[in-house]
């Protein structure tokens, strides 16, 4: 077979690159990432579940009717179940001002202020703490205790949703001459009241006779499950970005072993002669070569080296006989 004049192309091979234990332990790196990442997706996808049912949740009791008799819902001294939570219930008996409460520091509509929690005194002899709504400090810096309208004297209807204890609460403190806490836990508050109250509180949306005006209602705020949706889908693209980024670079560098920087790159002196003869112009054995500096060859001289052809109508002396 003829010379073709073009060295053999290496074949780039990527079981090659993996033959070595730098690019061995890179994959399995590689591999580890995309494996977390999907795990991180996985719990994610939990918690988007979670907060979804969660949403149904409070969507269903809203739309349910009040359930009377809560003495299976809020126990004394226990939870009410997570199936209850939200759940719209009616309550009656007398409200106990001496043991009256107030959560500080807490947020509603964007505003800081405080909830007033009030224990209802049930025919039982037990208590439920009911949060009658929220009031703004009685100072625009926020130090001074909030102005606490009166509770209804005599026998008193509640209409409210049933809130589970809030986790990472403390012990009541005194101040002012009254109880205050940080975050909502019945169960951890038992010790401030002569009577059982049960585990779990009570947000008031009405009641009988009314609720005062000043009292801002508790909003019962929807998770946003959207978000955990979005993190699905980030760790789940990032894992597959992981792998495809490893084979990536594992191509690359079998091609620069192979001598290839680039997937239409050939190796050096692949070039063909035809590509250049295909444009027109001359390879360098078709012309003689040329003193560098542009300087002619003596051939190029012969014509100026020959003699001059003298002029016709010019004569020579012998032309003239006689001429002295």
Same mark, same amino acid.
Request: hydrophobic share 40%.
């Given at each position: 077979?003829?010379? *073709?004049?073009?060295?053999?192309?290496?074949?780039?091979?990527?079981?090659?690159?993996?033959?070595?234990?730098?690019?061995?332990?890179?994959?399995?790196?590689? =591999?580890?990432?995309?494996?977390?990442?999907?795990?991180?997706?996985?719990?994610?996808? @939990?918690?988007?579940?979670?907060?979804?049912?969660?949403?149904?949740? =409070?969507?269903? @009791?809203?739309?349910?009717?009040? $359930?009377?008799?809560?003495?299976?819902?809020?126990?004394?001294?226990?939870? &009410?179940?997570?199936?209850?939570?939200?759940?719209?219930?009616?309550? *009656?008996?007398?409200?106990?001002?001496?043991?009256?409460?107030?959560?500080?520091?807490?947020?509603?509509?964007?505003? $800081?202020?405080?909830? =007033?929690?009030?224990?209802?005194?049930?025919?039982?002899?037990?208590?439920?703490?009911?949060?009658?709504?929220?009031?703004?400090?009685?100072?625009?810096?926020?130090?001074?205790?909030?102005? $606490?309208?009166?509770?209804?004297?005599?026998?008193?209807?509640?209409?409210?949703?049933?809130?589970?204890?809030?986790?990472?609460?403390?012990?009541?403190?005194?101040?002012?001459?009254?109880?205050? $806490?940080?975050?909502?836990?019945?169960?951890?508050? /038992?010790? /401030?009241? +002569?009577?059982?109250?049960?585990?779990?509180?009570?947000?008031? *949306?009405?009641?009988?006779?009314?609720?005062?005006?000043?009292?801002?209602?508790?909003?019962?705020?929807?998770?946003?499950?959207?978000?955990?949706?979005?993190?699905?889908?980030?760790?789940?693209?990032?894992?597959?970005?992981?792998?495809?980024?490893?084979?990536?670079?594992?191509?690359?560098?079998?091609?620069?072993?192979?001598?290839?920087?680039?997937?239409?790159?050939?190796?050096?002196?692949?070039?063909?002669?035809?590509?250049?003869?295909?444009?027109?112009?001359?390879? &360098?054995?078709?012309?003689?070569?040329?003193?560098?500096?542009?300087?002619?060859?003596?051939?190029?001289?012969?014509?100026?080296?020959?003699?001059?052809?003298?002029?016709?109508?010019?004569?020579?002396?012998?032309?003239? +006989?006689?001429?002295?």
């Amino acid at each position: 077979m003829p010379d *073709t004049g073009s060295p053999t192309q290496a074949r780039p091979s990527v079981l090659g690159v993996l033959r070595t234990p730098r690019w061995v332990l890179f994959g399995l790196l590689a =591999i580890a990432l995309a494996v977390g990442m999907v795990f991180l997706g996985v719990w994610q996808l @939990h918690r988007y579940q979670l907060r979804s049912s969660i949403n149904d949740r =409070i969507d269903r @009791h809203a739309a349910a009717a009040p $359930v009377a008799g809560t003495d299976r819902i809020l126990p004394a001294g226990r939870s &009410p179940s997570d199936a209850d939570e939200y759940l719209r219930v009616r309550l *009656t008996g007398r409200y106990d001002p001496a043991h009256q409460m107030l959560a500080r520091v807490r947020t509603v509509n964007g505003n $800081v202020g405080y909830e =007033i929690l009030t224990p209802l005194r049930r025919s039982d002899g037990t208590a439920v703490l009911v949060d009658r709504g929220w009031l703004p400090p009685a100072d625009p810096d926020g130090a001074a205790d909030p102005k $606490v309208p009166a509770t209804p004297r005599g026998t008193v209807t509640v209409v409210g949703q049933v809130r589970l204890p809030e986790s990472g609460g403390s012990g009541p403190t005194r101040r002012n001459g009254h109880v205050e $806490v940080r975050r909502i836990d019945p169960r951890l508050l /038992a010790s /401030a009241v +002569p009577y059982p109250i049960a585990g779990g509180y009570v947000t008031a *949306t009405s009641q009988t006779p009314a609720l005062s005006s000043r009292f801002v209602p508790i909003p019962i705020d929807h998770q946003n499950a959207a978000m955990n949706l979005s993190y699905i889908l980030q760790w789940w693209l990032f894992s597959g970005m992981a792998l495809v980024g490893f084979g990536l670079l594992m191509r690359w560098e079998s091609r620069k072993r192979a001598g290839l920087s680039a997937p239409g790159d050939r190796p050096p002196g692949a070039r063909s002669a035809g590509a250049s003869a295909g444009r027109g112009s001359r390879l &360098p054995e078709d012309e003689p070569a040329r003193p560098a500096g542009g300087s002619r060859l003596p051939e190029d001289n012969v014509a100026a080296a020959a003699p001059a052809v003298p002029d016709r109508s010019s004569r020579l002396p012998e032309d003239h +006989p006689g001429t002295p």
